[in-house]
């Protein structure tokens, strides 16, 4: 199975774990690949291990802390170079202490979204909580909905029985006095409302005067309104709450209309677990031959070899004197390691299963008011007083009223027996109908006439009479003019389609240890044009022209090995390039596993690649790679070289 070159990268070698062909480990500021399976034994072993580079020391995700220069670390999506002897800063894109090497890619389609997890069991309920001190916030009030129809209940039966009146106090002769100045108002008073006191008796009405009645005054001048007085403060104390009166005779239940939708949006769902964190891709390697200059700019002068970076992909100057060429110009510049392309969209999280939270304390607020109770039986009133004889006396006090009477039980209803319906009159004919459509509307036919209606009976209910017989069915008027066609109502929306299958990964995504086929490789790759004729597997050097030339060990000047060719190339033609950190199968190859693979002095088409180092005076030695298999290997080309002397 093929890996992701982030799951290769297993960090800082550990005694005690188990590592595989393939995987790369930091050991004492060097980086090694594994090349054969093992557990316990230190780098450099060669038996098990291959040196990768000793001049990037791989740190891993970014954390806070210090960093020293060459340091290499992953941040962001993009991995990152300390530039200078050390620093505390974090890698952004505007930070000057560290160099990118490689920028994230694009973000994945948004996959499909996964099938929803079964329903987890519910929790057990909490303990309810200790009484709150705070009381909660009143939720929204939903829409109201329809109102249901509405069946009253049976009335009470009337009572039979009047209460007593009250005795009428003796009506004053004088003439009214003026109205006095109202006093100031009190203030209201801080304390619990008192208990309503015991009515007092009714007093006796005094005897009616014969005498006529003197002339009303004339009434005195409205006084003053007081001035009002300070409202007190307010109660500390609930009033205690009235009886509830008697529950009356349950109405039938007629369901009324649902209720629109809510527009309250309801309490939002526990949040799913958050998703697996996605493989972060291994740091770019940056060649000790090129000289860094970070991000690209129109003001910097560039020359041969200058590195930059530029819409998210590294680019190489081709001449001197390079200023204010965009890196995409061919002419001035060389792709060196090309955006990767958008990873896969990462697997949805299951969604969370959360238990159910313990009650909240219960509120020691007071809540709204209750609904108030019905009003309680009016007592009954007292008894009336006798009439008096003699001159009408003063208007005695009022006295107070008494209780209203109960309700006398209603009257039995009377049964009376119904009378026996008339015989119904003769149906008249149905007039002929209409024709429909646009003509005149036919006239309506002459309505029978009604039999008269039968006296009510008082003896048991009478047979219904016959019906009359129904009138000829009139003709058919003529059809009207064909309407206007409706707007039909669009159809329900088809099912989705089923997913189409995941595309191929595109190249330079995934990186594969094994290329399964025969002249393949697998990892980052650039377009380059080709100096002379070159097959798969050559080494080439970018040259002052620009071009990709066949490496030749025989001297300095024709080293610096950095791109493969994948296929043949033509002399003068584009073509694709394996560039640092991928693997490339070839069947016709024969290698040591395990070994460095090195650059010929040899310098021809098909014949770039040796496990013997070279050793001629002024030949160079630069490691190309490591043989992960017999015919398979890691090109990953050191730009530190050594020259013999």
Request: net charge negative.
């Amino acid at each position: 199975m093929s890996k992701l070159l982030s799951e290769l990268a297993k960090g800082t070698w550990l005694v005690g774990t188990a590592y595989t062909i393939g995987d790369i480990v930091d050991y004492l500021s060097s980086s090694y690949i594994c090349i054969a399976n093992n557990t316990g034994n230190t780098p450099p072993n060669a038996t098990y291990w291959a040196l990768l580079s000793s001049g990037l020391e791989f740190k891993g995700v970014w954390s806070a802390g210090t960093y020293t220069k060459n340091q290499v670390v992953v941040h962001t999506g993009s991995a990152w170079i300390v530039n200078t002897t050390s620093t505390t800063q974090e890698p952004t894109t505007s930070a000057t202490e560290w160099n990118s090497l490689t920028s994230k890619g694009d973000t994945g389609t948004q996959g499909n979204k996964g099938d929803t997890g079964t329903q987890g069991n519910t929790g057990s309920k909490g303990d309810t909580g200790a009484n709150s001190t705070v009381a909660g916030p009143k939720g929204d009030t939903g829409v109201k909905g329809d109102t249901g129809v509405s069946i009253k209940g049976d009335t009470g039966a009337d009572s039979t029985v009047k209460g007593d009146t009250g005795s009428k106090g003796d009506t004053g002769a004088g003439e009214k006095g003026d109205t006095g100045t109202s006093g100031l108002k009190g203030d209201t008073g801080i304390g619990a409302k008192g208990d309503t006191g015991v009515a007092g008796s009714a007093g006796t009405k005094g005897d009616t005067g014969l005498g006529t009645k003197g002339d009303t005054g004339t009434a005195g001048n409205k006084g003053d309104t007081g001035s009002k007085g300070d409202t007190g403060s307010d109660s500390t104390v609930a009033g205690p709450k009235g009886d509830t009166g008697g529950k009356g005779d349950t109405g039938v239940s007629v369901k009324g209309d649902t209720g629109a939708d809510s527009t309250v949006k309801g309490d939002t769902g526990s949040k799913g677990d958050t998703g697996n964190k996605g493989d972060t891709g291994a740091q770019g390697i940056a060649g000790a031959g090129v000289d860094w200059k970070g991000a690209w700019s129109d003001a910097t002068t560039y020359v041969i070899d200058d590195g930059v970076s530029y819409n998210n992909s590294s680019y190489i100057s081709k001449q001197n004197t390079n200023l204010n060429h965009l890196p995409t110009d061919t002419s001035w510049w060389d792709i060196w390691v090309a955006q990767g392309a958008k990873g896969d969209t990462g697997t949805k999280g299951d969604t969370g299963i959360g238990t159910k939270g313990d009650t909240g304390a219960a509120s020691t607020v007071k809540g709204d008011t209750g609904v108030k109770g019905d009003t309680g039986t009016a007592g009954s009133d007292g008894a009336k007083g006798d009439t008096g004889v003699g001159v009408k006396g003063d208007t005695g006090t009022a006295g107070n009223n008494g209780e209203k009477g109960d309700t006398g039980s209603k009257g039995d209803t009377g049964i009376g027996t119904k009378g026996d319906t008339g015989s119904a009159g003769t149906k008249g004919d149905t007039g002929l109908k209409g024709d429909t459509g646009v003509g005149t509307k036919g006239d309506t036919g002459t309505a029978g006439t009604n039999g008269a209606k039968g006296d009510t009976g008082v003896g048991t209910k009478g047979d219904t009479g016959t019906s009359g017989a129904a009138g000829d069915k009139g003709d058919t008027g003529t059809a009207g003019l064909k309407g206007d066609t409706g707007t039909g109502t669009t159809g329900a929306k088809g099912d989705t389609g089923t997913a189409g299958a995941k595309g191929d990964t595109g190249a330079g995504g995934v990186l594969i240890a094994a290329p399964t086929s025969d002249v393949s490789v697998s990892g980052p790759i650039v377009t380059l044009n080709a100096n002379e004729n070159q097959a798969f597997g050559d080494i080439c050097y970018i040259d002052a022209d620009g071009q990709a030339h066949l490496i030749d060990a025989d001297a300095i000047a024709s080293m610096s090995g950095l791109f493969m060719a994948t296929a043949s190339i033509s002399a003068n033609a584009d073509g694709v390039y394996l560039a640092p950190g991928g693997f490339a199968r070839n069947d016709a190859w024969a290698w040591t596993v395990g070994g460095f693979i090195y650059g010929t002095v040899t310098g021809t088409t098909g014949n770039t690649l040796t496990q013997t180092a070279p050793s001629g005076t002024d030949d160079v030695v630069q490691i190309m790679g490591v043989a992960t298999h017999a015919d398979r290997m890691f090109f990953l080309p050191q730009l530190v070289q050594i020259e013999r002397t």
